[in-house]
């Protein structure tokens, strides 16, 4: 990966769309649906870098769950 850091804050709303480029061999995840966009580009061979990243986004969202329902039992 090429070195950037970018910070956002997703809302309940943030849209998440998938677009190949089979004439270029690269796909495209975006992330956003406001007036600003992450967008990951995945050429060939970096399909396992992308289940990396959608397993790390399956804990976070556990861990988020979990948070949920302290939060619910402590109320």
Not at 20 to 41: Q, T, Y
Not at 48 to 69: H, P
Request: net charge negative.
């Amino acid at each position: 990966m090429n070195d950037i850091t970018v910070t956002a804050h997703l809302d309940t709303d943030t849209t998440t769309r998938v677009v190949a480029f089979p004439d270029h061999d690269f796909v495209n995840v975006r992330i956003g649906g406001g007036p600003v966009d992450i967008v990951l580009i995945a050429a060939l061979g970096t399909a396992d870098a992308l289940r990396a990243i959608a397993t790390a986004a399956t804990q976070a969202a556990c861990e988020l769950d979990g948070l949920t329902s302290r939060a619910e039992v402590s109320a």
